[in-house]
């Protein structure tokens, strides 16, 4: 079994009747990229900052690293990039590199010259930062979150601001890392379609709470064409259509989720199904991906119920 | 010194290198070194002072006379008066900056600790201060030597430096009070604010005699504002001063570690 890298417990952050973060619970193993998804205000930053030590929890435990973030010692294996890059002004993109290896206490000078040359900031290396396209100063905010080649990553919005080539760029980083070097990388991100290519596991988050875990198979399956099927046993048409030889995913709702060759060939689902004396009450070829998905899980867990946020 | 706050330390010099603080600051010494030299050279003639007019009528009401020792206390008084500004501006630099530029979330979750973080920009505040009154207190002798002053011996030169140093670190202690108001507020803002309430403060509480009591009050009343025959502000003044900068510092340490860092 895995050890978790990340690991959050019932953790909740409340400031006053407001719950930023309502008993989170979630687990990232070693080589994992779990995403966090959700709306402006769903509480991904405020989970990423407890995550960090920034905020203190109002309940629950976090561990990183192997180690509990309150009193943490091991900040050395984590790299982080919150919110919107920053940088010093006055510095220029060598200097606040050379800050960064200064604070994380490392001795080769060289880490600044490879992170330069990793996240190409060679032709910039000399200009101040207050002078960096959102793109490139964003490109130093990673370059500072890696400079120590951490173990673990949480990164919050880290393609934000950088053009196509850039996305592309980070993702491939991001998916080299994990694969190759086994970082863990936790990380927020609104581009829906991007958490679809780089995550593992997607976590959506909305007011406060974590309303669903979908590991890859599941995210693929949320983000491929499919035929969704309805029926009055939903478990029964399931057992058929498996014995049909297709695959099934059935999904909370008694939803059935059929991929592959049904894609093709719907009306062999219907066929079959009817055969097995379980016909189908809504047979559909659906195009859902995950903004979709990730659209009607926040819908339906929107009450108007004058709860926390 | 502990790894950390080497690191630390490094890590400061390197931002206060390119800093137009660092330079803005040095210059102002200067510019105030001029003017206690000016000051001295209209006291040096009254007849010359009187025929700059208001000046010359300021100069006199400074109380100073023309000699070394006077010039000492005149400078001691810049430190006070002038430190509490330039001295509360670096504290409110060091510590405001990381909020304005956004840069504070990037100290909080490293293997150098928050502690040594502050501890660092404390420590370089009181270096950074120490050399600007050193600098001052180098051109002013030159100054001095220039005017040719009368009343040189070594010990006015060892009371007169003495005092100055005093009054520079007693002035550093207080400044701490601002680094704490520049983290509080996350900003510039609430310790700008907070400096000037404290300066006009000590000044009205100095007014009515009361200043002892009051410690932004007290470096002043240690150079010598109050004049050379009151006496200098007791044991309990100073030891005022001493625990709201310990106090300051402490907080601002125990505030980077323990505050919700959300913005």
Redesign the interface.
């Known amino acids: 079994m895995t050890r978790p890298l990340i690991s959050v417990q019932g953790a909740s952050k409340r400031y006053g009747a407001l719950a930023a973060v309502d008993d989170v619970t979630l687990q990232v193993n070693v080589g994992e990229v779990y995403a966090l998804l959700g709306l402006n205000g769903a509480g991904k930053t ?1 989970l990423i ?1 407890m995550l ?5 929890p109002t309940a629950g435990r976090l561990e990183v690293a192997g180690h509990p973030v309150a009193g ?1 010692s091991e ?2 294996q ?1 790299g ?1 990039l ?3 890059p ?6 220029t993109v060598r ?1 606040n590199l ?3 290896r ?4 490392l001795p080769e000078r060289s880490v600044v010259d490879e992170a330069v040359a990793r996240f190409g900031l060679g032709q910039y290396e000399g200009s101040k930062a207050r002078t960096l396209s959102l793109g490139n100063a964003q490109r130093l905010g990673l370059a ?1 979150a890696m400079l120590h080649r951490p173990r673990v990553l949480v990164l919050d919005e880290p393609v934000n601001g950088l053009d196509p080539a850039g996305v592309v760029e980070i993702r491939e980083l991001l998916i080299g890392l994990a694969r190759e070097d086994g970082v863990t990388v936790l990380l927020s991100s609104h581009l829906l379609s991007e958490v679809a290519r780089v995550a593992t596991r997607v976590g959506i988050l909305h007011r406060g709470r974590l309303i669903e875990e979908m590991d890859s198979t599941t995210l693929e399956a949320s983000t491929r064409t499919r035929v969704e099927v309805e029926s009055r046993h939903a478990t029964r048409a399931a057992d058929i259509l498996r014995g049909a030889g297709f695959v099934v995913h059935l999904v909370a709702g008694g939803t059935v989720v059929l991929e592959g060759r049904a894609v093709q060939h719907p009306d062999e689902v219907a066929t079959v199904l009817v055969n097995g004396g379980e016909p189908p009450t809504r047979l559909a070829v659906v195009d859902e991906d995950l903004e979709a998905h990730f659209m009607r899980l926040v819908a339906e867990h929107s009450p108007t119920d004058g709860g926390d946020r | 010194m502990s790894a950390g706050l080497r690191a630390a330390l490094g890590a400061e010099l390197i931002k206060v290198r390119r800093a137009v603080m660092l330079w803005a600051t040095l210059v102002a010494f200067v510019v105030a070194s001029c003017v206690g030299a000016f000051f001295m050279f209209v006291l040096q003639d009254p007849v010359r002072a009187r025929s700059l007019g208001l000046l010359g009528t300021k100069a006199q009401l400074s109380g100073g006379t023309a000699d070394w020792p006077g010039y000492f206390s005149l400078v001691a008084q810049m430190v006070a008066v002038g430190g509490m500004l330039l001295f509360g501006m670096i504290l409110i630099w060091l510590f405001g900056r990381e909020f304005a530029d956004r840069t504070a979330k990037d100290l909080l979750a490293l293997p150098t600790s928050r502690a040594a973080v502050v501890v660092a920009k404390l420590v370089l505040a009181l270096l950074w201060s120490l050399l600007l009154t050193v600098e001052l207190v180098v051109i002013s002798l030159a100054f001095g030597a220039v005017l040719g002053l009368d009343g040189w011996s070594i010990q006015v030169l060892a009371h007169g430096v003495g005092v100055i140093l005093a009054t520079a670190f007693l002035t550093v202690l207080l400044a701490s009070t601002y680094g704490l108001a520049a983290s509080w507020g996350r900003g510039y803002l609430a310790a700008v604010a907070t400096l000037f309430v404290t300066a006009i403060t000590a000044q009205i509480v100095s007014a009515v005699g009361y200043g002892a009591w009051f410690p932004w009050a007290v470096p002043s009343l240690m150079s010598g504002v109050a004049g050379p025959d009151q006496a200098s502000p007791g044991a309990g003044a100073v030891a005022s001063v001493v625990v709201v900068g310990l106090v300051a510092c402490t907080a601002t340490v125990l505030w980077w570690e323990r505050a919700d860092h959300d913005r």
């Open positions: 405020t900052r960090l030590g920034m905020v203190r943490q900040w050395g984590v982080y919150v919110e919107t920053s940088a010093y002004p006055d510095l200097e050379e800050v960064a200064r604070l994380r206490r500072k």
